[in-house]
């Protein structure tokens, strides 16, 4: 076990952060220039589980467990909003006939 | 143990009646209720200690990393304004026990939910709960006015909500800059929240958001202007609550905090809160002369009193502090009367318009009597409860200005002035229409109007007992300031 | 004797509860014996009291319980009997006891009989609370007590409004006497830090004559008693005050409540006789008032209201007695006026009685035949009025004048004139009531009889006294031994008022001036009203500028009307106007001003969930190039 996080280790840390910059950013732009609700969604899985790796590598670097328990954290709550969402999108593909999040526009002043 | 009962009682028995909705007999479960709790108010006033700073304390922490505790303890004063919250509840119950009710059992339990609240205003000695219940006074009397009102309901009541929400969050701030303040670990012990020294430039400010709480809550000239319109509009059960224990709680605050943490400000800007206070009494008086709706002129009328309580409170003696206590608990009661007088007359004639009635002393005449006594007391006819307050007012203003004091007085002339107009016009004359058939007190109405009429005339023959539970209280803030007395030059 | 002073006032209050709290069921005759009983009863105690204190006795203190534990000193529910107040206690309740016995017979088919009964005994309540006060809180009491029972009695007949007005109007003018009373009290109370008599003079006769505060607490003090007495400025709601039922009149805006004012100045005596500027006040005032309303009293038609212009001018002699030291001479003429007024009222109330409720006098006329029993008591109540010896009136106001004599000569010359108007307004009144021929309608001439025992032998017991008081205080330029002036010494002092620069020729001639200018005036009365029989005109008939003016009380009520009423009604709507446009509309511009902001920044809300998210990115951007430039 030991040799596993010694051989993390040796990778440089600078790795991981870019490799998860640049999934973060994919995320963060499909978010962005996406109008289906589930491609929003599943870029936004992307993002949070660029964070996770992230999350994951600081952990064994630094040798502190708390990064791989937030990462769980994270998982359970990204879990929960994704049921959430999901419902929210049935019952908006039910009114609209459509994901598109630009009908989604209720809320406008 | 008690203070909790006390609190607890209420709100079980209103939570309770909100999930009754409707069954029959709810309100003599809200009565019942109340009774109970009476009857809790006054095991309290018997095992009370004069002698103690906190009786029955009640300490159980809740955030302790912020300092947070359930924490209750009556001063003499706490107990005076329990007492008169229980007294005045089953009475404000009382009154709407009537054929044409139409009240539902969340009215009831909106009743009882404000007084479990008020009964935590009074006895929390923890800042943070003290904001907690000071908030959740509002939220039933907000119902109670929204749903039940008169005219304009919606309007007037979120305007009165959101006026004296704004208020509370000046005091909340204040309560947290002195919460901040305090040694660390920081507390919100009330005790301790006071005894913080602030520097003069922040006791500037405390003094201000303390006071635009309490002041719009009272209400103090300028800030008065929700009180006519929301005591004209409420249900006669909401204007009691308003105007006989809600606005205490503003006056309760500022006995409790603003006097003790802002002394040296308060020493200072005294002059100016007088000449607030004293505008709003003659103002109010004089508006009240020609007001043409009674209840209207109640609500002027009660505005007038609680300046001179204000103006009275920042005499800082012994008399004048005194004298505002007594009369914080007596006007508590009889504005209850009047408003219940109000209600009563409306019911039977459909109107509140003084030049459409006339006569009913002819037709009513223990109903005449009721109303006399009241009116007495609102006058502050010697050996009535309103006197002893009044002129111990007095007495406490001219220690501290002869003018002052003067023109307060005024108010003594013109409150004759539109009692007895209101009297005059709506009692005596030749009976009009609308009050030929004006029916007497019914044996339930008496059992309201009785009570009411001994407490009356018994805090106006013996007032002592009430005084003395005051006295320690009273000591206790005048003592901390007593050094600064003679140190500070007021602003004016 | 402690419980025995207790009882006096408690008595009546409990007769007043018992009738109060059952008055629609107790028969008349119960209800005649409580309340005339209970003040009886109070009135037998009451002679005990006064034999006791008349015995040398020291004055009996009673302290029923604490009533106000204020900071400075505790103030207790207590009464003290001393010469000045048994005195006041047999006034009271002896002129209080007949005035209940002619009411029986006044009211007996008013409705509110037993309603009529209670405020009067309540009324005595008050009043003697008032009088056995041991300090000043206990008289304030008492003081605004009076004052309320004077308005339900005024407002007796509570269907007329205007009754009520004059109800009203007699309660707020109190009050505003009451102002200045509770003022020069907290005046002394600061001071002093007592309301006690004992502890307050005590400390007072430490000061120097002129001491500014004392000469503000007592100028204060008078204006309560200006209001209370009907002085002016405060006066005209006595007149008004005679909507009440005649007995009212008689007892409390004649005999007894209106005198509180000058009781409360012979009671405060010591603090007065220290504040000169203060006494001189009050004489000014006094003498003032007492012509004043003698010159109005002359053109009054309504036998009522002339008695009670008469009333607010007697009253007026005894503050220039007050004013000029004669403490004792005050008082005597209090105790006279009682005698001679409550008469007087009482027998006006039997000549209304039997007109039949008519009230003015050139209606009236030749009532000799008719009301023999009422002619005789009216006549001798004139008589003491007028001051012609030996009627008591003449003795108590000559001491008042020979006091004004000796330390004003101005005041003594307008008080003799003052007197002489009196002998001529009474006498007006006398003979147009009595003398002539018969006025009024024939069925009035049908109705005409005279009172029943219950009125008529409480007017003789009174005529008795009018006629009699003047032995209570004979000078000693008659032989006399001044019996007052001892039993009150303990309390005035004897030093205070010895009249000894005047010798006794003075005196003698001083009398015959007044006597027999009040004997010209009479007689010119006579003449006038008798022989050539002169019936004042009738209203709506164009005056002289003069009487018209005196025909109108010098058009007082409209001035004040003009210049209190309505700016303060004008204000009121004002101030009203103003909390509505004003302050309601700056706190509702607050709340617009707030919806509008929101309105305005609402656009940012486009509803379009990518420019939202845009929005979010570059922000976040932004923040972290702020973060890292820092």
Same mark, same amino acid.
């Given at each position: 076990?030991?040799?596993?996080?010694?051989?993390?280790?040796?990778?440089?840390?600078?790795?991981?952060?870019?490799?998860?910059?640049?999934?973060?950013?994919?995320?963060?732009?499909?978010?962005?220039?996406?109008?289906?609700?589930?491609?929003?969604?599943?870029?936004?899985?992307?993002?949070?589980?660029?964070?996770?790796?992230?999350?994951?590598?600081?952990?064994?670097?630094?040798?502190?467990?708390?990064?791989?328990?937030?990462?769980?954290?994270?998982?359970?709550?990204?879990?929960?909003?994704?049921?959430?969402?999901?419902?929210?999108?049935?019952?908006?593909?039910?009114?609209?006939?459509?994901?598109?999040?630009?009908?989604?526009?209720?809320?406008?002043? | 143990?008690?203070?909790?009962?006390?609190?607890?009682?209420?709100?079980?028995?209103?939570?309770?009646?909100?999930?009754?909705?409707?069954?029959?007999?709810?309100?003599?479960?809200?009565?019942?209720?109340?009774?109970?709790?009476?009857?809790?108010?006054?095991?309290?006033?018997?095992?009370?200690?004069?002698?103690?700073?906190?009786?029955?304390?009640?300490?159980?922490?809740?955030?302790?990393?912020?300092?947070?505790?359930?924490?209750?303890?009556?001063?003499?004063?706490?107990?005076?304004?329990?007492?008169?919250?229980?007294?005045?509840?089953?009475?404000?119950?009382?009154?709407?026990?009537?054929?044409?009710?139409?009240?539902?059992?969340?009215?009831?339990?909106?009743?009882?939910?404000?007084?479990?609240?008020?009964?935590?205003?009074?006895?929390?000695?923890?800042?943070?709960?003290?904001?907690?219940?000071?908030?959740?006074?509002?939220?039933?009397?907000?119902? =109670?006015?929204?749903?039940?009102?008169?005219?304009?309901?919606?309007?007037?009541?979120?305007?009165?909500?959101?006026?004296?929400?704004?208020?509370?969050?000046?005091?909340?701030?204040?309560?947290?800059?002195?919460?901040?303040?305090?040694?660390?670990?920081?507390?919100?012990?009330?005790?301790?929240?006071?005894?913080?020294?602030?520097?003069?430039?922040?006791?500037?400010?405390?003094?201000?958001?303390?006071?635009?709480?309490?002041?719009?809550?009272?209400?103090?000239?300028?800030?008065?202007?929700?009180?006519?319109?929301? @005591?004209?509009?409420?249900?006669?059960?909401?204007?009691?609550?308003?105007?006989?224990?809600?606005?205490?709680?503003?006056?309760?605050?500022?006995?409790?905090?603003?006097?003790?943490?802002?002394?040296?400000?308060?020493?200072?800007?005294?002059?100016?809160?007088?000449?607030?206070?004293?505008?709003?009494?003659?103002?109010?008086?004089?508006?009240?002369?020609?007001?043409?709706?009674?209840?209207?002129?109640?609500? @002027?009328?009660?505005?007038?009193?609680?300046?001179?309580?204000?103006?009275?409170?920042?005499?800082?003696?012994?008399?004048?502090?005194?004298?505002?206590? @007594?009369?914080?608990?007596?006007?508590?009661?009889?504005?209850?009367?009047?408003?219940?007088?109000?209600?009563?007359?409306?019911?039977?004639?459909?109107?509140?318009?003084?030049?459409?009635?006339?006569? =009913?002393?002819?037709?009513?005449?223990?109903?005449?009597?009721?109303?006399?006594?009241?009116?007495?007391?609102?006058?502050?006819?010697?050996?009535?409860?309103?006197?002893?307050?009044?002129?111990?007012?007095?007495?406490?203003?001219?220690?501290?200005?002869?003018?002052?004091?003067?023109?307060?007085?005024?108010?003594?002339?013109?409150?004759?002035?539109?009692?007895?107009?209101?009297?005059?016009?709506?009692?005596?004359?030749?009976?009009?229409?609308?009050?030929?058939?004006?029916?007497?007190?019914?044996?339930?109405?008496?059992?309201?109007?009785?009570?009411?009429?001994?407490?009356?005339?018994?805090?106006?023959?013996?007032?002592?007992?009430?005084?003395?539970?005051?006295?320690?209280?009273?000591?206790?803030?005048?003592?901390?300031?007593?050094?600064?007395?003679?140190?500070?030059?007021?602003?004016? | 004797?402690?419980?025995?002073?207790?009882?006096?006032?408690?008595?009546?209050?409990?007769?007043?509860?018992?009738?109060?709290?059952?008055?629609?069921?107790?028969?008349?005759?119960?209800?005649?014996?409580?309340?005339?009983?209970?003040?009886?009863?109070?009135?037998?105690?009451?002679?005990?009291?006064?034999?006791?204190?008349?015995?040398?006795?020291?004055?009996?203190?009673?302290?029923?319980?604490?009533?106000?534990?204020?900071?400075?000193?505790?103030?207790?529910?207590?009464?003290?009997?001393?010469?000045?107040?048994?005195?006041?206690?047999?006034?009271?309740?002896?002129?209080?006891?007949?005035?209940?016995?002619?009411?029986?017979?006044?009211?007996?088919?008013?409705?509110?009989?037993?309603?009529?009964?209670?405020?009067?005994?309540?009324?005595?309540?008050?009043?003697?609370?008032?009088?056995?006060?041991?300090?000043?809180?206990?008289?304030?009491?008492?003081?605004?007590?009076?004052?309320?029972?004077?308005?339900?009695?005024?407002?007796?007949?509570?269907?007329?409004?205007?009754?009520?007005?004059?109800?009203?109007?007699?309660?707020?003018?109190?009050?505003?006497?009451?102002?200045?009373?509770?003022?020069?009290?907290?005046?002394?109370?600061?001071?002093?830090?007592?309301?006690?008599?004992?502890?307050?003079?005590?400390?007072?006769?430490?000061?120097?004559?002129?001491?500014?505060?004392?000469?503000?607490?007592?100028?204060?003090?008078?204006?309560?008693?200006?209001?209370?007495?009907?002085?002016?400025?405060?006066?005209?709601?006595?007149?008004?005050?005679?909507?009440?039922?005649?007995?009212?009149?008689?007892?409390?805006?004649?005999?007894?409540?209106?005198?509180?004012?000058?009781?409360?100045?012979?009671?405060?005596?010591?603090?007065?006789?220290?504040?000169?500027?203060?006494?001189?006040?009050?004489?000014?005032?006094?003498?003032?008032?007492?012509?004043?309303?003698?010159?109005?009293?002359?053109?009054?038609?309504?036998?009522?209201?002339?008695?009670?212009?008469?009333?607010?001018?007697?009253?007026?002699?005894?503050?220039?007695?007050?004013?000029?030291?004669?403490?004792?001479?005050?008082?005597?003429?209090?105790?006279?006026?009682?005698?001679?007024?409550?008469?007087?009222?009482?027998?006006?109330?039997?000549?209304?009685?039997?007109?039949?409720?008519?009230?003015?006098?050139?209606?009236?006329?030749?009532?000799?035949?008719?009301?023999?029993?009422?002619?005789?008591?009216?006549?001798?109540?004139?008589?003491?009025?007028?001051?012609?010896?030996?009627?008591?009136?003449?003795?108590?106001?000559?001491?008042?004048?020979?006091?004004?004599?000796?330390?004003?000569?101005?005041?003594?010359?307008?008080?003799?004139?003052?007197?002489?108007?009196?002998?001529?307004?009474?006498?007006?009144?006398?003979?147009?009531?009595?003398?002539?021929?018969?006025?009024?309608?024939?069925?009035?001439?049908?109705?005409?009889?005279?009172?029943?025992?219950?009125?008529?032998?409480?007017?003789?017991?009174?005529?008795?006294?009018?006629?009699?008081?003047?032995?209570?205080?004979?000078?000693?330029?008659?032989?006399?031994?001044?019996?007052?002036?001892?039993?009150?010494?303990?309390?005035?002092?004897?030093?205070?008022?010895?009249?000894?620069?005047?010798?006794?020729?003075?005196?003698?001639?001083?009398?015959?001036?007044?006597?027999?200018?009040?004997?010209?005036?009479?007689?010119?009365?006579?003449?006038?009203?008798?022989?050539?029989?002169?019936?004042?005109?009738?209203?709506?008939?164009?005056?002289?500028?003069?009487?018209?003016?005196?025909?109108?009380?010098?058009?007082?009520?409209?001035?004040?009307?003009?210049?209190?009423?309505?700016?303060?009604?004008?204000?009121?709507?004002?101030?009203?106007?103003?909390?509505?446009?004003?302050?309601?509309?700056?706190?509702?511009?607050?709340?617009?001003?707030?919806?509008?902001?929101?309105?305005?920044?609402?656009?940012?809300?486009?509803?379009?969930?990518?420019?939202?998210?845009?929005?979010?990115?570059?922000?976040?951007?932004?923040?972290?190039?702020?973060?890292?430039?820092?």
């Amino acid at each position: 076990m030991n040799n596993v996080v010694q051989g993390l280790q040796l990778m440089p840390i600078s790795y991981y952060i870019s490799f998860c910059s640049i999934l973060f950013v994919i995320g963060m732009i499909g978010v962005l220039i996406k109008r289906n609700a589930l491609v929003i969604f599943m870029s936004i899985e992307l993002m949070l589980n660029s964070i996770n790796l992230l999350l994951a590598a600081f952990s064994v670097y630094h040798n502190d467990p708390a990064g791989q328990i937030l990462v769980i954290f994270i998982m359970v709550v990204a879990a929960a909003e994704v049921a959430v969402g999901l419902s929210i999108l049935v019952v908006t593909y039910r009114k609209n006939n459509s994901i598109d999040v630009n009908l989604l526009n209720q809320l406008k002043g | 143990m008690l203070t909790i009962s006390l609190i607890l009682l209420p709100l079980l028995a209103s939570l309770i009646l909100f999930l009754l909705k409707d069954k029959k007999g709810f309100h003599i479960l809200a009565l019942v209720a109340s009774l109970a709790e009476l009857v809790l108010g006054i095991v309290a006033l018997f095992g009370f200690d004069k002698g103690a700073a906190r009786n029955f304390p009640f300490d159980a922490m809740w955030i302790k990393s912020m300092g947070i505790s359930f924490s209750f303890g009556m001063s003499g004063l706490s107990l005076l304004l329990v007492l008169l919250t229980v007294f005045l509840v089953p009475m404000i119950i009382l009154t709407t026990f009537h054929r044409d009710n139409k009240y539902s059992s969340a009215f009831y339990g909106l009743i009882l939910l404000m007084q479990s609240a008020l009964v935590g205003v009074f006895t929390s000695s923890d800042g943070f709960l003290f904001y907690i219940f000071w908030e959740m006074a509002l939220i039933p009397i907000y119902f =109670i006015c929204g749903l039940w009102g008169g005219e304009n309901k919606i309007k007037i009541t979120l305007k009165f909500f959101i006026y004296t929400m704004l208020g509370s969050l000046f005091m909340l701030t204040a309560l947290i800059w002195l919460y901040i303040k305090t040694p660390a670990p920081h507390t919100f012990n009330i005790d301790t929240m006071v005894m913080v020294k602030l520097p003069l430039g922040e006791q500037f400010w405390v003094f201000l958001a303390f006071f635009l709480g309490f002041a719009i809550k009272i209400p103090v000239f300028p800030f008065h202007s929700w009180q006519p319109d929301t @005591y004209t509009v409420a249900p006669a059960a909401g204007s009691m609550l308003l105007a006989g224990i809600m606005l205490k709680m503003g006056l309760y605050g500022i006995l409790r905090f603003l006097i003790p943490s802002c002394s040296f400000t308060v020493i200072q800007f005294a002059p100016v809160v007088m000449i607030m206070a004293i505008t709003g009494l003659l103002y109010g008086s004089v508006i009240a002369i020609k007001q043409k709706e009674i209840k209207r002129l109640i609500a @002027y009328s009660s505005f007038a009193h609680v300046g001179l309580m204000t103006a009275a409170l920042f005499a800082l003696n012994v008399d004048a502090l005194q004298g505002t206590i @007594y009369q914080m608990i007596s006007h508590g009661f009889n504005v209850v009367a009047l408003f219940f007088i109000a209600d009563i007359i409306q019911r039977r004639t459909n109107t509140l318009q003084i030049n459409e009635l006339g006569g =009913i002393a002819k037709v009513a005449p223990r109903f005449a009597v009721f109303f006399m006594i009241v009116m007495l007391g609102s006058v502050a006819l010697p050996l009535t409860n309103g006197f002893i307050g009044e002129f111990l007012m007095l007495v406490g203003m001219v220690q501290y200005s002869f003018y002052v004091a003067a023109i307060a007085g005024i108010s003594i002339i013109l409150g004759a002035v539109y009692m007895f107009w209101l009297y005059q016009r709506s009692m005596y004359g030749e009976t009009k229409p609308v009050t030929a058939a004006f029916a007497d007190l019914t044996s339930t109405e008496m059992w309201v109007a009785v009570p009411l009429i001994i407490i009356i005339i018994a805090m106006g023959v013996y007032p002592k007992p009430i005084l003395e539970i005051a006295k320690p209280t009273v000591e206790s803030i005048l003592f901390s300031l007593k050094p600064l007395k003679e140190a500070i030059i007021p602003v004016l | 004797m402690n419980t025995l002073a207790a009882l006096v006032p408690i008595l009546p209050l409990l007769s007043f509860l018992v009738i109060g709290l059952n008055f629609r069921r107790l028969p008349k005759p119960v209800t005649s014996i409580l309340a005339c009983g209970s003040v009886l009863v109070s009135f037998i105690f009451s002679v005990v009291l006064f034999f006791h204190i008349k015995g040398g006795n020291p004055t009996v203190n009673v302290t029923l319980f604490e009533w106000i534990p204020a900071a400075a000193t505790s103030l207790g529910f207590s009464f003290v009997v001393d010469p000045l107040s048994s005195l006041m206690l047999l006034i009271v309740t002896g002129v209080g006891f007949l005035i209940h016995v002619y009411s029986i017979g006044y009211m007996h088919d008013d409705e509110g009989f037993n309603r009529f009964f209670s405020y009067m005994n309540l009324f005595v309540f008050s009043m003697l609370v008032l009088v056995l006060g041991s300090n000043y809180l206990m008289m304030f009491i008492g003081w605004e007590g009076v004052g309320l029972c004077s308005y339900l009695l005024i407002g007796f007949w509570f269907k007329n409004q205007a009754y009520n007005n004059a109800a009203k109007k007699a309660f707020i003018m109190n009050r505003i006497g009451d102002l200045g009373f509770l003022l020069g009290m907290f005046i002394l109370y600061v001071q002093f830090g007592s309301l006690d008599y004992q502890t307050v003079f005590a400390k007072a006769s430490l000061l120097e004559s002129g001491n500014l505060i004392l000469t503000i607490a007592t100028m204060l003090l008078f204006v309560g008693a200006i209001g209370k007495s009907a002085q002016i400025p405060l006066f005209t709601w006595l007149p008004d005050a005679m909507a009440g039922p005649t007995p009212v009149s008689a007892l409390i805006h004649a005999a007894t409540m209106v005198t509180a004012g000058v009781y409360m100045v012979a009671r405060s005596h010591a603090l007065y006789i220290l504040a000169p500027a203060t006494m001189m006040v009050i004489a000014v005032i006094g003498i003032t008032t007492a012509l004043f309303a003698a010159t109005i009293a002359i053109f009054q038609n309504d036998i009522k209201k002339v008695l009670a212009y008469s009333t607010v001018s007697q009253l007026g002699y005894m503050f220039v007695g007050l004013g000029m030291g004669a403490f004792t001479g005050a008082m005597f003429h209090l105790t006279t006026h009682a005698f001679f007024k409550a008469l007087l009222f009482l027998a006006a109330g039997s000549v209304i009685h039997a007109m039949g409720g008519e009230q003015d006098i050139r209606k009236m006329g030749g009532l000799k035949k008719a009301l023999p029993i009422t002619w005789l008591v009216f006549l001798a109540g004139t008589i003491a009025i007028s001051g012609i010896p030996p009627f008591s009136g003449f003795f108590s106001k000559d001491e008042i004048l020979l006091h004004a004599y000796e330390q004003n000569k101005v005041i003594w010359v307008l008080g003799i004139l003052g007197s002489l108007m009196t002998a001529f307004y009474m006498f007006r009144l006398f003979y147009l009531t009595f003398a002539g021929m018969f006025r009024g309608t024939d069925k009035q001439k049908q109705h005409l009889h005279e009172s029943p025992k219950s009125m008529t032998i409480p007017l003789i017991i009174l005529a008795v006294l009018a006629v009699a008081g003047g032995l209570l205080n004979i000078p000693a330029v008659f032989g006399g031994s001044s019996s007052l002036n001892t039993f009150l010494s303990p309390i005035f002092g004897s030093g205070v008022e010895p009249v000894g620069e005047v010798s006794y020729g003075t005196e003698i001639l001083l009398m015959s001036i007044a006597v027999i200018g009040s004997l010209a005036m009479i007689g010119f009365a006579w003449f006038r009203f008798v022989k050539t029989a002169t019936i004042p005109v009738t209203d709506g008939i164009k005056r002289p500028a003069l009487s018209n003016l005196l025909y109108h009380k010098y058009y007082i009520d409209e001035i004040y009307q003009f210049l209190i009423e309505k700016p303060v009604l004008w204000l009121s709507d004002i101030m009203h106007l103003f909390d509505v446009y004003v302050i309601d509309k700056t706190v509702n511009f607050v709340g617009n001003a707030t919806v509008w902001l929101g309105k305005q920044s609402g656009f940012l809300q486009t509803g379009n969930i990518g420019f939202y998210l845009i929005a979010m990115v570059l922000s976040i951007v932004a923040f972290l190039v702020f973060g890292l430039m820092i």
